[in-house]
């Protein structure tokens, strides 16, 4: 009996193993989550999803500013250019840049209020977004997902 990942992906084969099943099941479930809200993204703020995470995160420092690094440690999907995200950001003054005060050879970059603007504009729209998304599944078993997804975060391979 073929699952719907394989029917998804279009494969006849078998997979290798459960776990590269899943994996792949999660990612098409990531992909298909995520395509509605970047588009909502690119139409309502003229934003890409890495841009609306490094916004987020310097509302949630906000009045502090964070240095670039800290910031790339926390997004949730790593960009590997977090110069030319900020950059992108700054040109549309919703962020700016300052020398670090203990460090001054650390640049820090903080949102700017047309930034936190920008944000609480699309808030209405964050808050609705996952029970849209995920509703469906009802609260029991979006507490089980939650549960497993923090049982894999908390115990995750290594590779190679």
């Given at each position: 009996?073929v ?14 193993s459960?776990?590269h099943?899943?994996?792949l ?10 395509e509605?809200?970047e ?6 703020g003229?934003?890409?999803l890495?841009q609306?995470?490094?916004l987020?995160i ?5 009045p502090?500013?964070?240095p ?18 900020v950059?992108?950001l700054?040109k ?14 650390v ?24 029970r849209?998304m ?7 078993k979006?507490e089980?997902l ?11 391979g290594t590779?190679?």
């Open positions: 009996m699952g719907l990942v394989a029917r998804e992906l279009k494969q006849k084969r078998p997979f290798t459960p776990e099943e899943v994996l099941g999660l990612q098409i479930v990531a992909a298909r989550i995520m509605p809200w588009q909502f993204l690119k139409n309502h003229d934003l890409t890495h609306y995470n490094v987020r310097l509302r949630g420092s906000h502090a500013g964070l670039s690094g800290e910031i790339a440690t926390r997004m949730i999907a790593r960009d590997p250019d977090i110069t030319r995200l950059d992108r700054e549309r003054d919703l962020v700016t840049r300052f020398r670090g005060r203990q460090d001054r050879r640049v820090e970059v903080m949102i700017t209020e047309k930034g936190l603007k920008l944000l609480r504009s699309l808030d209405q729209h964050v808050d609705r977004f996952p849209h995920l509703g469906h599944l009802g609260a029991k979006v089980q939650r549960g497993l997804l923090e049982q894999a975060l908390t115990n995750l590779f190679p």
